[in-house]
T-cell receptor, first 112, second 115 residues
Framework: GNSVTQMEGPVTLSEEAFLTINCTYTATGYPSLFWYVQYPGEGLQLLLK?????DKGSNKGFEATYRKETTSFHLEKGSVQVSDSAVYFC???????????FGGGTRLMVKP | DTGVSQNPRHKITKRGQNVTFRCDPI?????LYWYRQTLGQGPEFLTYFQNEAQLEKSRLLSDRFSAERPKGSFSTLEIQRTEQGDSAMYLC?????????????FGPGTRLTVT
């Protein structure tokens, strides 16, 4: 079956530090890959997505590249801000299915 | 606000009671999903509808759970004879299209606490 594994948190960084949150997946076929973000007290929001191998999704300074050879979709940001503090979820959707399969989430805390 | 809305936002109930949650999707969306998120975990798929038809159910959806979308608009999720293990955040999402490009928009969730 489909599964997503992401690094456990919390990840604590100072403002302007470089961020990487690792995500690997197991799926049949060619899934679409997503990063969702959940800010404190708010619902899940789509951060970025990639629908085929080698695609790069980007939004708000965050990037992730769909790497089929390593079945990975790592999230990166060059310079984090305090406002980026949130929980980040990696997810996939198999093209044969309709539901999202999520990883366990990674809490990011950015200190001034 | 034309996003996905869920009511109530919080529900505290005693074990054995029945509870019902409501989800109002984005108006033109024909697909509606229910997920459950326990503390410290990612959301897990429960079921989804296309218009009024319930097309898929997870093994997580025991016989005590039932979901409906009677007119293809809002949906309800009912849990009968609640158990402490049902305590979780119940998330609703909707989308317009299916396939690789369809984006699911999530509501704020209903947090259920079973005492």
């Amino acid at each position: 079956g489909n599964s997503v594994t992401q690094m456990e948190g919390p990840v604590t960084l100072s403002e302007e530090a470089f961020l990487t949150i690792n995500c690997t997946y197991t799926a049949t076929g060619y899934p679409s890959l997503f990063w969702y973000v959940q800010y404190p007290g708010e619902g899940l929001q789509l951060l970025l997505k990639a629908t085929k191998a080698d695609d790069k999704g980007s939004n708000k300074g965050f990037e992730a590249t769909y790497r089929k050879e390593t079945t990975s979709f790592h999230l990166e940001k060059g310079s984090v801000q305090v406002s980026d503090s949130a929980v980040y979820f990696c997810a996939l959707r198999n093209n044969a299915g309709n539901m999202l399969t999520f990883g366990g989430g990674t809490r990011l805390m950015v200190k001034p | 606000d034309t996003g996905v809305s869920q009511n109530p936002r919080h529900k505290i109930t005693k074990r054995g009671q029945n509870v019902t949650f409501r989800c109002d999707p984005i108006s033109e969306h024909n697909r509606l999903y229910w997920y459950r998120q326990t503390l410290g975990q990612g959301p897990e798929f429960l079921t989804y509808f296309q218009n009024e038809a319930q097309l898929e159910k997870s093994r997580l959806l025991s016989d005590r759970f039932s979901a409906e979308r009677p007119k293809g608009s809002f949906s309800t999720l009912e849990i009968q004879r609640t158990e402490q293990g049902d305590s979780a955040m119940y998330l609703c999402a909707s989308s317009f299209l299916s396939g690789p490009s369809a984006e699911q928009y999530f509501g704020p969730g209903t947090r259920l606490t079973v005492t």
